[in-house]
């Protein structure tokens, strides 16, 4: 059967899909076209398709089930349909490898998704449980805030387990850390006022915005102590620093912006604890006000039982298509398996080894797009 399944992964149709997705532009907040799209191929080839508004009624999410009628789990696949707002670029196929806007990023993903689907109907393979297939809009910040997955999760449209086909595929991420996105604001009563006219013992602004870089790098060192296997350590990184209007004018406000990423699942809210405490400190020294003006988290810390079912069908997958398992490894970035994760099912993010994610040069191997297929197909037969 699992030779069966392998050979039924058509590389022709998984690309005219790949193609057909691209084809249609998607920027976030703006991908009801192609879900259109989605939809229609999933249906013509007689899948049951729902069409859930799940928070976002302006591009309807794409819910699809493969059903063997017989109990078991449900292996869901999800993806997000939505591409970064770049000028588009259309499909190509050319020297082996597929371009265009999305091809990386993840419709040639979710084009292997659907050629999965196709596989396991064409060989009769899925002998019990089910595969569902989502995809959704509301992915890519800073223009979508993932309210639609976060609906579909809501509104119970999930499986015992997920693949995701991110750009991903040299490790198997079994952990990953969490992030806050952060900005302070150093702020002084009063006006700004030319430096030769200040009076007397005026609180300084950008040596209060400095001291809290010093400090935050000084905290930084103590993070490195804070580590978990396959992801490294807690992390601190300032990326931007930004005060005053003219050389000879002193200020009212300073701004620091950067990353606070930890590697315990929860610590989010300590990390923020921890941080404000620290900028007290330096309001309290420097007669400033200091506040954290934002502290958004996209993500949080998570780590997979690499025992678990889905590793296992998963790994066992990957070596009958590939020869070996995949190296375990951390994943580098957050992406939606972490709010798959958060919200208690087993996420795995494997895609094929993609290139230009989020530029105008995406492009993907077409022999990855295959390879990818038949893991997703094999996996879904042995974990459902
Ligand atoms: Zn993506």
Not at 8 to 14: K, M, S, T
Not at 185 to 196: I, K
Request: net charge negative.
């Amino acid at each position: 059967m699992e030779d069966n399944i392998l050979q039924a992964v058509d590389e022709q149709r998984l690309l005219d899909t790949a193609k057909a997705l691209i084809a249609v532009p998607s920027p976030t907040l703006d991908a009801g076209a192609v879900a259109d799209a989605l939809a229609a191929i999933l249906a013509e080839e007689g899948f049951a398709v729902e069409r859930p508004q799940a928070d976002w009624p302006q591009a309807p999410a794409v819910v699809a089930r493969f059903d063997s009628g017989q109990p078991g789990r449900v292996l869901q696949f999800d993806g997000h349909l939505d591409t970064v707002h770049l000028p588009f670029v259309p499909p190509k196929v050319e020297n082996g490898h597929l371009y265009g806007s999305g091809s990386s990023d993840m419709k040639g993903g979710i084009a292997a998704f659907v050629e999965a689907l196709r596989a396991l109907r064409d060989v009769g393979a899925l002998t019990k449980g089910a595969v569902l297939l989502t995809a959704h809009d509301h992915h890519e910040a800073p223009w979508g805030d993932r309210r639609q997955l976060l609906a579909l999760i809501r509104e119970g449209f999930v499986g015992d387990g997920v693949l995701l086909p991110e750009y991903l595929g040299d490790a198997l991420p079994i952990a990953g850390r969490g992030m806050a996105v952060f900005s302070v604001e150093v702020e002084r009563d009063g006006a700004p006022v030319h430096e030769g006219l200040r009076p007397a013992g005026l609180p300084d602004v950008i040596a209060a915005g400095a001291e809290v870089v010093l400090r935050l790098n000084a905290l930084n060192e103590h993070l490195r102590e804070r580590t978990a296997p396959h992801v490294g350590s807690d992390t601190l990184f300032i990326g931007r620093i930004e005060g005053g209007q003219i050389y000879n004018q002193v200020p009212v406000q300073c701004r620091v912006e950067g990353t606070r990423r930890w590697v315990a699942a929860g610590s989010g809210a300590a990390a923020r604890r921890e941080m404000e405490d620290l900028l007290a400190d330096v309001a309290a020294a420097s007669g400033t006000r200091i506040r954290l003006a934002d502290w958004n988290m996209p993500g949080d810390a998570f780590a997979v039982d690499q025992n678990s079912p889905l590793v296992g069908a998963f790994q066992s997958a990957h070596e009958q298509v590939t020869g070996a398992p995949l190296p375990l490894g951390g994943k580098p970035f957050i992406d939606d398996g972490n709010v798959f994760m958060a919200a208690g099912i087993e996420a795995l993010t494997h895609g094929p080894c993609a290139m230009g994610a989020h530029t105008t040069d995406e492009q993907v191997p077409v022999a990855e797009l295959v390879r990818v297929a038949k893991v997703y197909a094999l996996t879904a037969q042995t974990f459902c």
